[in-house]
């Protein structure tokens, strides 16, 4: 009874005329943000900041424009992972995997409407989750020490044999080179700087933004301009939309196991998007009968990441609100709006201002809806922004790179690393390199290398501490699991096949 | 015809905008927006434009990287004699400067005019920790340092790191290195490791811990500051503990280096006006920092002094040759 009289609060704050319409801008700007290769929510929200402030928007206003842009950037991720094969952000990464290659087949309208109503399923029951769960989720925040930390990010790395269906060597030298790149920059366990050949520029080390944008869209044009634009990846036609209910029906449970694992990984300081869509792609593939047509174009390898990214933006605001811990770098720049607009998040900010939260509550709701009816009826209007020749959109695609990845920091050196990442990435396409893995170890090997050094600190360079709690434990039994596990179903697997395989022959 | 009179007047437009821009007067924060610099420009220019102290509104670049230090190196390699720019300096600023982290820049380069406020540090344990006092947790660590693991926002060697050295060593403990520390990313992020007990003590500033302070999760051992502070008046300082340290973050900024005199002094002018305006004690109030105003010449020696004390610890627990 509570929370509906609170969220009746929520709504009376947020519904009006006027905060409609924005919620309707701010999902239509988030979800262009989104898709364009080198915009992500974080720095959508970050540019969108200032508007929102020459407006004169009150706080609740501002916060339903942010939200919308910040939920609208999640959903529109995928639209260039699934047409361009171009992460739109780093949280749609996993998209790519299965998106593109349905994409390929003719299949990127089911593609796309799948994609959109696991996005919802995702940021609907994240959004439900934190609104039930908040103050009582911030607990688990606390349970969380270097061990469990680095158990987590052992498990994210354990289960990687799962991404490569073709070679699990190069997938894990892919993983090593991104875990190296991640050591670049201030040492904050020592205080030194590393690889950084003085130059101050990799004082903070290499943005994962630019290494996603040099990998994937600038290789894009180098293949384009080596094949002078024949057998080219983009420009891949869309069909008919129409609704593909059986998929969404087979897909059901994933994105409802996609949305858990999404969710609690967001919940958690640092994990994040990726993490969670991450995690939420290899568990699928592993538990799925069909797990071997994943990276193939396997509907459910659409869903389940997209159910976990979007699942994770709604965990993400739960230490956000309840503890003023940012757990991923959009929520920090929603974090900095709140403080600007003199409002203080941490345990005491449900109690004492209550219409800001449930009034935020309210927005991701509505952001939601609105994006339902905007990413799935509308998708073609989408689509058509990115179904141009692709001798007219990679030019675009390459001068959108450029604006964003300035905009990051405002200087010309993440450009040219941003160029030298396209070469690397033409090079590892000519030897059948995934680039995939190459992200993960940015994104992730910084905080997992950090959770280890801290427990080294801590335990005074005890090793048995990284198994002194049950949370720690059940992760490394998780994580010797995801490791093993694959081994052996692909031995099954490939029993039960042979015998068809025979009777091919004949 | 028609079209190159088009031309020349979209140059003309082109040219008296790009002038316009650069006569204007910027601020620059070096760092993405939400911090503390981002927060002190963005306040502070705001305040300058409201009271009628600079005619047109101050533009805000924010410039991240190398904590600082691209926006430090912009400033002394292409600013140096921008007398319209300011750009916002804190601790943080002072200590880089002190380590050499800034690719062997330093303080002379650049011109300090003003503080305009401070963020107390604060020493804090969860709220069931056994310790009362800055003795009790001084006590710990002399009998055993391992036990003791102390958790900051900043990098180790950093400002929250040295707080923790300082109470320390004016408490008779001299053994540094035995010290624990750990490096969150932010002082919440810390405040939650020492509320789920994987560490002991929060090294922070005051602005940090509010919201815990007041859901009753943590104890603040004490503020690291001369006098208590306005609003929470039952926290002890160190000092009155018997404990020498004043550790505050301020909050303010520093000039090009090759400006004129008379450009400095109209800055220290400016900036002093907002010191003593009604809207700068409300912003400061609502974001937890003290009064901490220092003007000119006077500001000038307090940096060095500030910058040659964190010098000579960060060489004695061997963060810098």
Redo the contacts between chains.
């Keep these: 009874m509570d929370i509906l009289s609170n969220l009746a609060l929520g709504f009376s704050v947020a519904l009006s005329p006027f905060t409609l319409m924005l919620a309707v801008v701010g999902c239509f700007l988030g979800t262009i943000i989104g898709a364009l290769p080198g915009l992500g929510p974080s720095n959508g929200v970050a540019i969108l900041i200032p508007l929102a402030f020459t407006m004169g928007l009150d706080a609740t206003a501002a916060l339903v424009l942010m939200t919308s842009v910040y939920y609208g950037a999640m959903y529109g991720g995928r639209i260039s992972s699934i047409l361009l094969n171009i992460p739109g952000d780093e949280p749609a990464l996993m998209t790519t995997l299965d998106g593109y290659p349905m994409a390929r087949q003719g299949r990127a309208g089911d593609a796309l409407v799948l994609s959109g109503v696991a996005s919802f399923v995702g940021a609907f029951l994240a959004t439900i989750g934190l609104m039930l769960l908040a103050p009582l989720l911030a607990e688990v925040a606390f349970l969380f020490g270097p061990p469990e930390y680095f158990a987590l990010y052992a498990l994210a790395f354990a289960t990687l044999g799962g991404l490569a269906s073709r070679n699990q060597a190069k997938a894990a030298l892919a993983a090593f080179i991104g875990l190296g790149i991640s050591t670049i920059g201030l040492d904050n366990s020592t205080g030194m700087p590393r690889y950084t050949g003085g130059n101050l520029h990799l004082m903070d080390g290499i943005d994962f933004l630019v290494a996603i944008v040099g990998l994937f869209a600038v290789s894009e044009v180098f293949v384009f301009i080596e094949r002078h634009g024949v057998g080219s990846a983009v420009g891949v036609r869309l069909g008919r939309v129409t609704v593909p209910f059986r998929d969404i029906l087979h897909s059901g449970w994933s994105m409802l196991r996609a949305t858990v694992i999404g969710f609690f990984a967001g919940v958690l300081p640092g994990a994040g998007a990726s993490l969670g869509s991450f995690l939420a792609y290899t568990a699928e593939k592993a538990i799925a009968r069909d797990g071997d047509s994943f990276g193939t174009g396997n509907p459910k390898g659409v869903a389940a990441p997209e159910a976990g990214n979007n699942a994770a933006a709604g965990g993400a605001l739960v230490p956000m609100l309840t503890l003023g811990v940012p757990g991923s770098g959009t929520t920090a720049v929603l974090l900095a709006l709140l403080m600007t607009l003199n409002i203080t998040p941490g345990p005491t900010l449900f109690t004492e201002r209550p219409e800001v939260v449930w009034g935020l509550i309210a927005a991701l709701l509505i952001a939601n809806f609105v994006l339902l009816v905007m990413n799935v009826p509308m998708v073609k209007l989408f689509v058509r922004i990115l179904s141009v020749p692709a001798g007219v959109l990679l030019p675009m695609v390459t001068m959108v790179s450029f604006a964003g990845i300035y905009s990051i920091s405002g200087s010309w050196f993440d450009l040219i690393l941003m160029v030298a990442f396209g070469v690397v990435g033409w090079l590892f396409r000519k030897l059948d390199v995934p680039t995939v893995p190459i992200i993960l170890g940015i994104l992730l090997g910084g905080h997992m290398e950090a959770s280890l050094r801290r427990a080294m600190v801590v335990s005074g360079g005890d090793w048995t501490y990284l198994f002194s709690s049950p949370i720690a434990v059940g992760l490394w039994i998780a994580a010797v699991a995801g490791f093993i596990a694959p081994m052996f179903l692909r031995g099954l697997i490939r029993r039960r096949e042979a015998p068809e395989v025979v009777t091919d022959g004949d | 015809m028609k079209k190159t009179l088009t031309r020349v007047a979209a140059a003309l437009t082109l040219a008296v905008g790009l002038s316009g821009a650069a006569s204007a007067t910027e601020c620059i924060a070096p760092a993405?927006?939400?911090?503390g610099w981002?927060?002190t420009c963005?306040t502070v220019s705001k305040i300058m434009f409201d009271l009628g102290i600079v005619p047109e509104p101050i533009q805000v670049?924010?410039?991240?990287?190398?904590?600082g230090?691209?926006a430090f190196?912009h400033v002394v390699t292409e600013r140096n004699t921008d007398e319209d720019l300011f750009v916002a300096a804190s601790s943080a600023t002072a200590t880089r400067l002190a380590?050499g982290?800034?690719?062997g820049m330093n303080a002379d380069m650049v011109r300090w005019p003003a503080s305009l406020g401070a963020d107390p540090g604060v020493l804090v344990v969860a709220a069931d920790s056994p310790w009362k006092s800055l003795s009790d947790m001084v006590e710990a660590v002399k009998a055993d340092p391992?036990s003791v693991?102390f958790a900051g926002g900043s990098?180790?060697?950093?400002f929250d790191?040295l707080k923790v050295l300082m109470a320390l060593r004016r408490g008779g403990f001299d053994d540094i290195r035995a010290v624990?520390?750990?490096?969150?990313?932010?002082g919440?992020?810390a405040?939650?490791?020492v509320?789920?007990?994987?560490?002991q003590v929060m090294t922070g500033d005051m602005s940090e811990v509010?919201?815990?302070l007041?859901?009753g999760?943590v104890r603040v051992l004490a503020v690291l500051n001369e006098d208590r502070v306005p609003g929470f008046e039952d926290i002890p300082t160190a000092k009155e503990q018997g404990f020498d340290v004043v550790a505050v973050n301020w909050r303010g900024f520093y000039l090009p280096g090759g400006i004129s005199d008379a450009a400095y002094d109209k800055w220290v002018e400016r900036l002093m006006k907002v010191a003593e305006s009604d809207a700068w004690a409300e912003a400061m109030a609502?974001?937890g920092l003290a009064p901490f105003p220092k003007f000119g010449a006077d500001f000038e020696t307090w940096v060095r002094g500030n910058i040659e004390e964190i010098r000579a610890l960060s060489k004695e627990i061997g963060?810098i040759q």
Excluded: C, E, W
Aim: no cysteine.
């Design positions: 993405n927006p939400g911090g981002d927060f963005r670049t924010n410039m991240a990287g190398a904590g230090g691209l190196a380590q982290a800034y690719g391992a693991t990098a180790a060697g950093g790191h624990k520390y750990i490096s969150l990313d932010g919440a992020d405040l939650t490791q509320i789920g007990g994987h560490a509010v919201g815990f007041k859901a999760k609502a974001n963060v």
